[in-house]
């Protein structure tokens, strides 16, 4: 009977923190809403570098299929010469672009990343020395807050800061390829629209498993911190008790 109640409460433990862990879950807008004004410019200073930043790529193939063109359409060696000369300037141009736009990205990015993270650490802590004595005792330790405060936080960061720039960069290279490409070759590119969702499939799948796996490390590292506070404690009111001097 007491390891039938055991295993019951243990099971209702697991799905109590698997509900809690489903409503948890916070959408990055949510996230966002730390932001103050400071915070908001840059994160449209950044949306904008990194727009630019993922043009920069398409624009890139379009120069250089310029470039390509400028060999075979120049008939004599002096205008194949300007041809090239002309094209080469392009990417100079967008050299310059892309190191200015790619700046703005990362750095406004981390910026805001660094400044909202650092909020939200002083907000989650404020808001536990808010709780009773018995929240420490049956809901959280003082392994698990540290553990909250120094790695969660840090996903956080990354979650609002650097990556969002990386997603938005990523998603203008995205949709800026297509729109040279049909502009291009529009039956080609109707061919190669047949890779896509194969692609995607496999991209959303393992980010779910990363997902999962990340949720379940850090679990995992609350309750080891818990574990090893536990320990260190009773390893300390041993020594006291024995009067033991290291």
């Not at 299929?65 to 000369?85: C, E, K, P």
């Not at 047949?194 to 796996?213: D, Q």
Request: aromatic share 8%.
């Amino acid at each position: 009977m007491g390891r039938d109640t055991e295993k019951e409460e243990e099971s209702n433990a697991t799905e109590t923190e698997q509900r809690m862990g489903d409503k948890g879950k916070v959408p990055v807008f949510k996230l966002l809403k730390f932001a103050d004004g400071i915070d908001v410019v840059l994160m449209v200073v950044g949306t904008i570098g990194a727009l630019a930043n993922g043009m920069s790529q398409p624009m890139m193939t379009l120069f250089f299929g310029q470039m390509i063109d400028a060999f075979g359409s120049a008939t004599t060696f002096n205008n194949v010469l300007h041809r090239v000369n002309k094209s080469l300037l392009n990417f100079v141009y967008i050299a310059i672009g892309t190191g200015i736009a790619a700046t703005l990205q990362v750095a406004c990015w981390t910026m805001t990343g660094e400044r909202q993270a650092t909020r939200i650490r002083a907000m989650y802590l404020k808001a536990v020395l808010r709780q009773d004595i018995a929240y420490f005792d049956k809901e959280i330790t003082t392994g698990k807050v540290v553990g909250r405060i120094s790695a969660d936080t840090v996903l956080i960061q990354d979650a609002i800061g650097e990556k969002v720039g990386k997603v938005l960069q990523l998603v203008s290279t995205f949709v800026g390829g297509f729109v040279v490409a049909f502009v291009k070759g529009w039956l080609l590119s109707l061919v190669m629209l047949s890779a896509i969702p194969p692609i995607i499939i496999a991209g959303a799948a393992a980010s779910s498993v990363l997902s999962e796996v990340s949720s379940q490390e850090q679990t995992t590292y609350g309750e080891a911190g818990g574990v090893i506070e536990q320990t260190l404690g009773c390893f300390v009111q041993w020594r006291e008790e024995s009067h033991i001097t290291l």
